[in-house]
Antibody
Framework: QVQLVQSGAEVKKPGSSVKVSCKAS????????INWVRQAPGQGLEWMGG????????NYAQKFRGKVTITADESTNTAYMEVSSLTSEDTAMYYC???????????????WGQGTLVSVSS | QSVLTQPPSVSAAPGQKVTISCSGS????????VSWYQQLPGTAPKLLIY???ERPSGIPDRFSGSKSGTSATLGITGLQTGDEADYYC????????????FGTGTKVTVL
């Protein structure tokens, strides 16, 4: 089974940006969608968007368009998610998750990263 | 605010059964596959059910899924203390703002 390993926790100032990585190992990377899911403290799961690395174009939830940028590097089997203009409301755990089916985004997610905690505080 | 509604909590004694409902609409549950995820405290979510009723390898048959119209249901039989977790349904929504949506989440408590 594919293993997804995310970068470590981040502490950021309001107005700055953060870039989280998600490295895949043990399976096919390029043809499976990589999705990003946010979970604010004590809250539920929220889909932010996803990308199929071989195509390179990301699909975003309307709420996150212009706020989040999702990219993927096939040469290193790594996906990235960048959040700009951070505010306290962006304090959350961020997960990457892989689509089980190939060549789709937002189907069902069979592998998840361990999560990256992003804290925004002045 | 999620477009998929789940009860905030359900509870039962060990060995008993619980069901968790997930209510949506024609643009999501009715027209797309539903999946279910289990999130144990302090951990990442884990896939329990996909394509409405299918279990990934390694998921015990105590967990089952069903779908009818605009609603889906997760069932857990033979409840164990290790099943205490948050459970989320999820599916694609084909409305104007097409995106994947999760349910509001349900906390399962084993009494």
């Amino acid at each position: 089974q594919v293993q997804l390993v995310q970068s470590g926790a981040e502490v950021k100032k309001p107005g700055s940006s953060v870039k989280v990585s998600c490295k895949a190992s043990g399976g096919t990377f390029s043809t499976h969608g990589i999705n990003w899911v946010r979970q604010a403290p004590g809250q539920g799961l929220e889909w932010m968007g996803g990308i199929i690395p071989i195509f390179g174009t990301a699909n975003y939830a309307q709420k996150f368009r212009g706020k989040v940028t999702i990219t993927a590097d096939e040469s290193t089997n790594t996906a990235y998610m960048e959040v700009s203009s951070l505010t306290s409301e962006d304090t959350a755990m961020y997960y990457c998750a892989r689509d089980r089916q190939q060549l789709v985004v937002g189907n069902w997610f069979d592998s998840w990263g361990q999560g990256t905690l992003v804290s925004v505080s002045s | 605010q999620s477009v998929l509604t789940q009860p905030p909590s359900v509870s039962a004694a060990p060995g008993q059964k619980v069901t968790i409902s997930c209510s949506g609409s024609s643009s999501n549950i009715e027209s797309n596959y539903v999946s279910w995820y289990q999130q144990l405290p302090g951990t990442a979510p884990k896939l329990l059910i996909y394509e409405n009723t299918e279990r990934p390898s390694g998921i015990p048959d105590r967990f089952s899924g069903s779908k009818s119209g605009t609603s889906a249901t997760l069932g857990i039989t033979g409840l164990q203390t290790g099943d205490e977790a948050d459970y989320y349904c999820g599916t694609w929504d084909t409305s104007l703002s097409a995106n994947y949506v999760f349910g509001t989440g349900t906390k399962v408590t084993v009494l």
